[in-house]
């Protein structure tokens, strides 16, 4: 049998069959952020591309001419839109005389969700694309490689073998069968109960209304009014909003049905909108924006709102974005998430070992102290 390693500098390079069969194989739970839509819509649009600092350099296994394993990755001449932060690492790089920058990201631009990295259907197939990344960064003169959001199986099996562990903490709303809101609302303790009534009310009582669109349902007005939102906001929290408007539209035509668009009206205007993905079991909340601000209205839009169309839909996770303490006073829970990291300089790479070291006993001890926290009632399961 004949195995290869290649680079692919468009995700259109590949076909779209081979791609889904390995981000979404048969008998898993199906996660839209990975699949060949989204990324072409990323690729195609120009917001992932090489003049916005994302230029594809997907790397695919190949057995007897059929591909057998894939990473989504991107030659970068920067570190934004990428969630697990390495600025300090870069900065300090760059002060001792060393060049961070380009160097390579396997992960799903602006997207801090959880999925597989590694693409193949067993651990010696992985295991050959992640030796493959490193013989990448060399070739590439790349400083280093990062695999972020992946899989905690993935990241154990790879740790210690050229590869560094990171971990951070995001926070996820869970489903323990509830039929209704007021359900998951009898789960909670007295005050967090009482303290998310009143921030609906509130919302509720500026005279603002929610309608979920998806499926045909979209429309492009949806999206002019969406984009509007996301660039009024976008601009105001990171200066420059990573997505423009033909990857919305994009995502009209090809995958529309795995969207969830929550609209926000008052007095029958659009003011807010907020992006969610579908997946089989877990809704992914994205993005956000406003018009016009009301108390409460960021949690009812991206956080109650997404809880009601899960419990609806029978799904059992809600990941609301990254970061984010006050997402657990309202139910959603401290959950890790894992990285890895190569880097082609073994001062670097050792630098860095050691902050990683104290950094996990901090994300370990956060994790602990988060979860003495919980606003669940205690005999809650």
């Not at 996660?31 to 072409?40: D, E, G, Q």
């Not at 059929?66 to 934004?80: D, V």
């Not at 009812?300 to 970061?323: H, M, N, P, S, T």
Request: hydrophobic share 40%.
């Amino acid at each position: 049998m004949s195995q290869a390693l290649r680079t692919l500098g468009s995700i259109t390079d590949i076909p779209a069959a081979a791609w889904d069969g390995l981000a979404n194989p048969a008998g898993s739970p199906f996660n839209p952020l990975v699949s060949h839509a989204f990324l072409r819509a990323l690729e195609e649009s120009g917001s992932a591309a090489a003049k916005t600092g994302w230029a594809p350099l997907h790397l695919v296994l190949e057995e007897d001419g059929a591909i057998t394993g894939a990473a989504p990755c991107y030659l970068k001449s920067h570190s934004m839109g990428e969630y697990v932060f390495d600025h300090g690492w870069a900065d300090a790089f760059q002060r001792a005389g060393g060049s961070y920058y380009p160097k390579l990201q396997v992960a799903v631009p602006f997207t801090p969700v959880t999925g597989p990295r590694l693409m193949a259907a067993t651990p010696e197939r992985r295991s050959r694309l992640a030796h493959g990344l490193v013989a990448l960064t060399r070739q590439s003169g790349a400083s280093s490689v990062h695999l972020t959001f992946l899989p905690e199986a993935d990241w154990e099996a790879l740790g210690g073998s050229g590869f560094l562990q990171r971990q951070d903490i995001q926070f996820h709303w869970h489903n323990n069968g509830y039929r209704t809101f007021d359900d998951f609302l009898a789960s909670l303790s007295s005050n967090k109960r009482k303290n998310i009534r009143k921030e609906r009310r509130a919302v509720a009582d500026a005279g603002i209304t929610f309608e979920h669109a998806t499926g045909d349902d979209l429309r492009e007005g949806h999206w002019d009014h969406f984009f509007a939102c996301y660039m009024d906001t976008g601009s105001r929290k990171w200066g420059r909003p990573y997505l423009n408007r033909r990857f919305f539209s994009l995502l009209h035509e090809t995958m529309r049905q795995h969207v969830l668009l929550v609209l926000v009206r008052r007095g029958g205007k659009l003011i807010a909108g907020a992006i969610n993905f579908i997946g089989s079991e877990t809704l992914y909340g994205r993005n956000w924006g406003c018009l016009e601000d009301h108390p409460f209205l960021h949690f009812e839009a991206c956080y109650y709102q997404a809880i009601d169309f899960a419990i609806a839909r029978g799904l059992k996770v809600v990941e609301a974005g990254a970061q984010g303490e006050h997402k657990l006073a309202r139910g959603y829970l401290p959950v890790k998430t894992f990285s890895l990291h190569h880097f082609a300089h073994k001062g670097l790479a050792h630098a860095v070992a050691d902050y990683l070291e104290s950094e996990r006993a901090a994300i370990d001890h956060d994790q602990e102290a988060l979860a003495e926290h919980s606003p669940f009632r205690k005999e809650t399961p």
